[in-house]
């Protein structure tokens, strides 16, 4: 029982130690690698969106699709 407890200590200071050194990235990737689970970082850059979808600027009445005794009533102007 004592022994998980201590082990997530350990593991917690170990991990607290690599990052304060900047290390941690480092050692996560050489573990990812060595058990085969390492992707390369996406070092694409995209400035731009791929697709472009203009802001509405009218606002939708959608009470078109409510019953007549629930329609809001609009006043002319």
Do not use: R
Not at 2 to 21: E, Q
């Amino acid at each position: 029982m004592n022994t998980w407890f201590y082990f997530h200590v350990v593991l917690a200071v170990i991990v607290l130690y690599k990052d304060h050194n900047g290390t941690l990235e480092e050692s996560l990737n050489n573990f990812e690698k060595s058990i085969g689970l390492y992707t390369e970082v996406d070092t694409t850059d995209t400035d731009e969106a791929p697709y472009y979808i203009p802001p509405i600027e009218e606002a939708i009445d959608s009470s078109f699709i409510l019953p007549d005794s629930l329609k809001i009533k609009k006043e002319n102007k």
